[in-house]
């Protein structure tokens, strides 16, 4: 057993060293290049040039990087169904320890990613930091990075994306509320590109800012007060009222428009028309209006 061990490596490292010997000058030997996916099927066909065939002399064909033999045998074309990765290197049709032909294979493989189940939405409060890892893999190695969806049309390239070996994960610090929206990872080589989706969600207490700067009306005048409302999740917004005659009660108006005194979009208090306009100005910011005639 160990003599046939012994010979069987010395056939082989004679075979690699004629080899190796004969591509030393490639520059009569045929080459084809041949770039193909992962999966699909290859054919490679070695160019005889007249040169007889048969079981006394047959074809040797041959993966040069370490030496392996692919086939001997009398068939000229040799394919394979189901390539894989590692199929890749560069192999040799031989005759009479001759090389005839060169086949520079490079098997290739669209992006795809590493872990498939992933949560799409990301709760997250301010002042807390938050990692998102995007790993992926392909051949040649993809280009992974991070956009920020700004709407359809629009968009920027974040670029505070730590970068190891298939994998750029996305880094927030400190985060406040303009963290908040849709974010995708992007991995992409020759052959395509690949996404997903991952929505920030950040939650914070409301926080109102009133945009009516004049403070002083005459009688009769027409009153508009306006206030902008950030918040996540949704406020429960409100407009209270302290009558002159009752300053120890409130009277809720957003209460009143609702379900009380609407009519037609407005009501009636001491005589004085209201009425209650909100808007939601985006996911996270409304727009409340008091007018008073």
Not at 73 to 94: A, F, K, P, V, W
Not at 127 to 142: L, T, V
Not at 154 to 166: A, E, G, R, Y
Request: aromatic letters at 12%.
């Amino acid at each position: 057993m160990i003599k046939r061990c012994l010979l069987t490596t010395i056939v082989l490292m004679v075979l690699y060293i004629i080899m190796t010997n004969s591509i030393n000058d490639e520059s009569f030997i045929s080459r084809d290049n041949i770039n193909i996916n992962v999966g699909k099927k290859v054919r490679m066909e070695c160019e005889l040039n007249n040169l007889t065939i048969n079981e006394n002399r047959k074809i040797l064909w041959l993966r040069i990087e370490d030496a392996e033999i692919v086939y001997y045998s009398n068939n000229r074309i040799i394919s394979d169904e189901h390539l894989r990765l590692s199929d890749s290197g560069t192999y040799s049709c031989q005759i009479d320890n001759n090389i005839i032909k060169l086949f520079s294979l490079n098997i290739v493989e669209r992006p795809y990613f590493i872990i498939h189940e992933y949560s799409t939405i990301i709760r997250t409060y301010i002042g807390e930091n938050i990692s998102i890892i995007c790993q992926a893999k392909g051949k040649p190695k993809p280009f992974i990075y991070w956009i920020k969806r700004i709407d359809e049309n629009n968009q920027i390239i974040l670029k505070n994306c730590s970068i190891t070996s298939n994998i750029c994960q996305l880094n927030f610090f400190n985060i406040n509320y303009y963290y908040n929206g849709i974010y995708e990872c992007l991995a992409k080589n020759f052959l395509g590109t690949i996404g997903r989706f991952y929505q920030i969600d950040v939650q914070f207490p409301p926080n109102v800012s009133i945009l009516t700067n004049k403070t002083s009306y005459f009688i009769g005048d027409k009153l508009i007060l306006e206030c902008l409302i950030d918040a996540n999740p949704k406020a429960d917004i409100r407009w209270l009222y302290k009558s002159s005659y009752d300053i120890d009660h409130d009277k809720d108006l957003s209460q009143l428009f609702y379900r009380e005194y609407f009519d037609h979009n407005h009501f009636t208090i001491d005589n004085d028309i209201w009425y209650i306009k909100q808007e939601q100005l985006n996911a996270t910011r409304w727009k409340t209006t008091l007018f008073i005639k």
